[in-house]
């Protein structure tokens, strides 16, 4: 037994001191191996995540939006800047004049997200949705574009990611919008 460990000893203490004599051109000229570690840190640069949101009022909204996105790596940007695609689904429930009436939208968005200083961020989007035109004598649905401005805070949880929460405005809301009942919007994310 003590020969067993005598030997494991001595094999760890040798490959320790062959890896410590790499030479320097190795690091240089990367080999076809680097290739591949470089090509899979590009997929490094994914991340997943989504936002839900809450607003309450007249109509009260619940919002599930799953999204990926994409970090590109340039130099100059240092990893500050992410954008990406989401899919969107709200279930809406409002009081119209003959009562209660629900109401599930779906749809697309893209986005893009800038971190300006530490863990603060600017962020655009545009989000295009399907939904129900209840202000028409003849219900039908419409598509309805939303460009959102703002901007929020990311709290990391790992090196990947975080926890955000995001203030957006809706540069083309109307009263009548037909998705949302105000201008501004709050969001809670979660990216990995």
């Not at 000229?29 to 994914?46: C, E, F, G, L």
């Not at 607003?55 to 992410?82: C, H, R």
């Not at 929460?165 to 969001?187: A, G, K």
Request: aromatic share 18%.
């Amino acid at each position: 037994m003590i020969k067993i460990i005598a030997i494991s000893f001595l094999s760890l203490f040798q490959f320790k001191i062959l890896a410590g004599n790499t030479p320097k051109s190795f690091h240089k000229y990367p080999s076809k191996m680097h290739h591949v570690q470089m090509t899979k840190n590009a997929w490094d640069r994914i991340r997943f995540g989504g936002n839900f949101g809450l607003q309450f009022g007249n109509p009260t909204t619940i919002l599930a939006s799953p999204s990926l996105g994409y970090v590109p790596s340039a130099e100059w940007l240092d990893d500050k800047l992410m954008w990406g695609l989401g899919l969107t689904y709200i279930y809406s429930r409002f009081k119209i004049y003959s009562g209660n009436s629900e109401s599930n939208i779906y749809g697309g968005r893209i986005f893009g997200r800038y971190l300006v200083h530490d863990n603060v961020f600017v962020y655009s989007e545009m989000e295009y949705l399907n939904a129900t035109n209840f202000y028409l004598t003849m219900p039908r649905r419409e598509w309805v574009t939303s460009f959102f401005v703002g901007g929020g805070y990311l709290m990391p949880i790992s090196n990947r990611g975080g926890i955000s929460v995001t203030m957006l405005y809706n540069l083309n809301w109307t009263p009548t919008h037909l998705i949302y009942s105000s201008p501004w919007n709050v969001r809670f994310g979660v990216m990995f």
